[in-house]
């Protein structure tokens, strides 16, 4: 366990304001990465992780007051990142899937001015026709299928 000790920030007063906290409780957070901002007469200041771990507990809310030297947060050292079970490429490839649907599903159908005439030459109406083309576009042989040519 590692225990975050809010530091004297300046001289002239040893009391500082919890602005804002960046993490919660459960928390992993990495080495150097920024816990909380704590405000002074002066300036404000970042906290930072002296260590990586998972956040245990805040003693000190946002909009309360502390002097230097009180115990901030403590952080559980031995507590390791949390594993992901996707790989980046899966989630990437998860949201493309999602976009795409939402494309598809939208009103909106992409159709190249020479696909409307064809439609209209074979009496095709392109509501009924399925777009099989990139991002849903309706392609020559999507209208031919329908037109069961």
Not at 15 to 22: A, G
Not at 30 to 46: G, H, R
Not at 83 to 93: A, D, I, K, N, Y
Not at 116 to 127: F, I, N, Q, S
């Amino acid at each position: 366990m590692h225990d975050v000790i809010l530091p004297r920030l300046s001289e002239d007063t040893d009391e500082s304001l919890i602005v804002l906290w960046f993490v919660d409780e459960g928390d992993y957070v990495d080495k150097d990465a920024v816990l909380c901002e704590v405000q002074t007469e002066k300036a404000v200041s970042e906290i930072r992780a002296e260590t990586s771990g998972t956040v245990k507990k805040i003693h000190v809310k946002r909009g309360d007051s502390a002097k230097a030297g009180t115990l901030l947060a403590v952080i559980d050292t031995k507590e390791q990142a949390p594993v992901r079970s996707e790989t980046p490429e899966q989630v990437h490839l998860e949201q493309a899937a999602e976009n795409d649907s939402s494309q598809q599903a939208a009103s909106f159908t992409r159709v190249s001015p020479r696909m409307r005439h064809l439609a209209k030459e074979l009496g095709v109406k392109l509501e009924d026709v399925k777009g099989t083309g990139k991002g849903g576009a309706i392609t020559e042989q999507d209208i031919r299928d329908e037109a069961g040519l």
